[in-house]
């Protein structure tokens, strides 16, 4: 009679051992496979060279989260695919460069960022006195050509 008890003491120790193992090493099998297939980096990605190194730059300083916004942000990408580019970037892979644009005609003079010329402000005018009072046409081409905010575009028309 002691003998069964002791063996089914044995028993139940060996299952609490054993429920605890797989419990401890279930969840950690099953997330690496996951978090390895869905933080692939998508094909064809082409990223300029100096984004690459600022975002492994922040994210090797411990800014993962803030190299994935920033990714984001510039290259024009959607959440899981900047963190997969990330992990990738800190696992050390390098993507291609983009290929410069041969569409653009290679005579037309490059407009600075921030340079109001007088054929901007000919346009400025003419669409703020057609929309007086919203001018949205006005600002957006202001923001998009100059890289002024909102606030000081709409004071750069006030003061037409």
Known sequence: ???????????????????????????????????S????????????????????????RGNT???VKNL???????????TAIVYALQAGQVFPEPEPDSTAPAAAPARRRGAIDAELLATLRRLVSQDRLRRTAAIRLLRERTGMNSRDARRFLDAL
Do not use: C, N, Y
């Open 72 to 82: 984001q942000k510039r290259a024009h990408l959607p959440h899981p695919q900047a």
């Open 37 to 60: 297939s869905s933080l692939t980096p998508p094909p064809g990605v082409r990223l300029p060279r100096e984004l690459q190194d600022e975002v492994r730059d922040v994210a090797s």
């Open 65 to 67: 989260d803030q190299a």
């Open 1 to 35: 009679m002691i003998m069964l008890i002791l063996g089914l003491v044995v028993i139940v120790i060996l299952a609490l051992v054993m429920s605890f193992l797989v419990i401890r090493r279930g969840p950690e099998t099953t997330t690496t496979r996951t978090l």
